[in-house]
Nanobody, 126 residues
Framework: QVQVVESGGGLVQAGGSLRLSCTASGLSFGYYAMGWFRQAPGKEREGVSC????????YYADSVKGRFTISRDNAKNTLSLQMNSLKPEDTAMYYCAAAYNEDVWYLLPAGRYNYWGQGTQVTVSS
């Protein structure tokens, strides 16, 4: 069956960096656009970034543009999110998601994704 597993979360001070990873198994990774979402306590889930199937197109929420970088390695079925200059408002549970056969021309909404991971917690202290 399909499994999507995130890792790399943790506690970091404001201004620091973290790198999140996501490994997907049980699917043909290259056929899936991939995305990162986050949800803070009491807030709605929001799209952070997404990347096209081949990795050539990437999109970011305005709140993370210039600080976060999404990338993928289709040979290793992995997705990454490099997060720099972290702020306390970046604190949230971060989720990886896979969208089958989607063409990515903008930040895909959550409803377009077929598979989700369980999340990894990122906490940024001030």
């Amino acid at each position: 069956q399909v499994q999507v597993v995130e890792s790399g979360g943790g506690l970091v001070q404001a201004g620091g960096s973290l790198r999140l990873s996501c490994t997907a198994s049980g699917l043909s990774f290259g056929y899936y656009a991939m995305g990162w979402f986050r949800q803070a306590p009491g807030k709605e889930r929001e799209g952070v970034s997404c990347i096209s199937r081949g990795g050539g197109r990437t999109y970011y929420a305005d709140s993370v543009k210039g600080r976060f970088t999404i990338s993928r390695d289709n040979a290793k079925n992995t997705l990454s999110l490099q997060m720099n200059s972290l702020k306390p408002e970046d604190t949230a549970m971060y989720y990886c998601a896979a969208a089958y056969n989607e063409d990515v021309w903008y930040l895909l909404p959550a409803g377009r994704y077929n598979y989700w991971g369980q999340g990894t917690q990122v906490t940024v202290s001030s």
